[in-house]
């Protein structure tokens, strides 16, 4: 398997193209906003797009959905909990930093991401964690060694919660529970900033100590 990360729009989003070792099957997490790099290079490596997945509707995360879709005709994947998201401006916070952009809608996700889900793409198995607190919708998704973990934890940090829907109790909970429950080994992928591992943040990260 192999991560190539899009850091995209005015607040540094990472997307991640994860294809397969050998062949021409990919999937995209968290198209944010101006995805043409992304899909230039979806078409300059030929691959087929199986899906969008988004670990949440933040606007900074759901921004260049729309255009990846229409261009590769694939379905979307989010937690039902922020099913609604996509349509409200005002939910997805987009209609709250005029500053950064204007309103974004987009179509609702095809297809539903729910805990312990196994999610089957590029010929692998994804493990779907709901892991809320940044979001009530946040999801992570896990595959061997390698676990994509959107605004919740990020290199000697955690995503924010004063967002609406945001609970910091929730989010401590998730990462304790579910993602400090994970080998140590494992790297992390965050929704922005650097590459981590679980072990560096159990040992290193000030706000959520093993």
Sequence with gaps: ????????????TNCYLITEEAGK?????DPGMGPKRLIARIRERGLELEAI????AHFDHMGGVEEVRRAFGCPVYLHDEEADWLEDARKNGSARWSDVTPPLTTAPAEYALAEGQRLELIGRTFTVLHTPGHSPGSVSLLCGGHLISGDVLF???VGRTDLPGGKERDLYDSIRTKLYKLDP???VYPGHGPQTTIGFEMANNPYVPA
């Design 155 to 157: 290199k000697q940090s």
């Design 185 to 187: 080994a494992v790297r």
């Design 1 to 12: 398997m192999n991560i190539e990360t899009f850091t995209l729009g005015p607040l540094q």
């Design 53 to 56: 997945v988004l670990t949440h």
């Design 25 to 29: 099957r990919a999937f995209a997490v």
